[in-house]
């Protein structure tokens, strides 16, 4: 999985549904690493301590660690569908918990998967989306007279202006979506007869909410 197109959770998410008198409360968190993952699992073990099951599933380090748990539950009826609806849904940076408290009426292997299933799948719902992508940042010396349309041409173009430092000359400081930054490098310096060359600062990884 790319760094740059992974999907993720925009906040943290709690949901409760009930089925046949057992309570399924799902958390949901993003967690970038897997120690942040680890611990919101112990963090809601904590708060559950009564709980029979505190059953988890999470994606961690950009897809690079993943791990899923039934906590005696039977197996495959609790962090393997919880698993699979975060794979399903692309997601990484993510922990998924489903604490059930157990209402005395056994539910089978299959009303299981639905009630593990449903809860995090409303729970992920609930949390929202954001995307994280890689932004390149650039220094770019021109002239007082050209500052104005340049600035307008890099907005046009999806960058956005981070600051100006008004001296001898204009240094203008702005970031670009990576997959963008080489076609409005090129376009600067086509507008400008090569004179206008933008010098690269360095890269950065962003998370941002993707609207509904």
Same mark, same amino acid.
């Given at each position: 999985?790319?760094?740059?197109? +992974?999907?993720? !959770?925009?906040?943290? %998410?709690?949901?409760?549904? =009930?089925?046949?008198?057992?309570?399924?409360? @799902?958390?949901?968190? /993003?967690?970038?690493?897997?120690?942040? %993952?680890?611990?919101?699992?112990?963090? !809601?073990?904590?708060?559950?301590?009564?709980?029979?099951? !505190?059953?988890?599933?999470?994606?961690?380090?950009?897809?690079?660690?993943?791990?899923?748990?039934? &906590?005696?539950?039977?197996?495959?009826?609790?962090?393997?569908?919880?698993?699979?609806?975060?794979? $399903?849904?692309?997601?990484?940076? =993510? +922990?998924?918990?489903?604490?059930?408290?157990?209402?005395?009426?056994?539910?089978?292997? /299959?009303?299981?998967?639905?009630?593990?299933? @449903?809860?995090?799948?409303?729970?992920? @719902?609930?949390?929202?989306?954001?995307?994280?992508?890689?932004? %390149?940042?650039?220094?770019? /010396?021109?002239?007082?007279?050209?500052?104005?349309?340049?600035?307008?041409?890099?907005?046009?173009?999806?960058?956005?202006?981070?600051?100006? &430092?008004?001296?001898?000359?204009?240094?203008?400081?702005?970031?670009?979506?990576?997959?963008?930054?080489?076609?409005?490098? @090129?376009?600067?310096?086509?507008?400008?007869?090569?004179?206008?060359?933008? $010098?690269?600062?360095?890269?950065?990884?962003?998370?941002?909410?993707?609207? $509904?």
């Amino acid at each position: 999985m790319s760094n740059a197109a +992974c999907l993720t !959770v925009w906040s943290p %998410a709690e949901i409760s549904l =009930v089925e046949k008198k057992s309570e399924f409360i @799902a958390n949901v968190f /993003p967690c970038e690493t897997e120690g942040e %993952a680890v611990a919101r699992i112990a963090s !809601v073990r904590e708060r559950h301590r009564d709980a029979r099951h !505190v059953c988890f599933a999470y994606s961690a380090d950009f897809g690079q660690r993943t791990r899923m748990s039934d &906590d005696g539950e039977p197996s495959g009826t609790a962090g393997v569908p919880i698993l699979n609806l975060v794979r $399903q849904n692309g997601l990484c940076n =993510v +922990c998924v918990t489903v604490t059930r408290y157990f209402g005395g009426i056994l539910l089978g292997a /299959p009303g299981l998967v639905r009630a593990y299933s @449903a809860s995090a799948r409303d729970a992920l @719902a609930a949390a929202g989306r954001a995307e994280y992508r890689t932004i %390149a940042r650039f220094r770019l /010396p021109l002239a007082y007279g050209e500052y104005e349309r340049i600035r307008t041409l890099i907005e046009k173009n999806g960058a956005e202006q981070e600051s100006a &430092d008004f001296a001898e000359r204009v240094e203008l400081i702005y970031s670009v979506g990576e997959e963008r930054a080489p076609a409005l490098s @090129a376009l600067l310096s086509e507008t400008s007869g090569g004179k206008l060359i933008p $010098q690269q600062l360095g890269t950065s990884r962003v998370k941002r909410r993707l609207t $509904q």
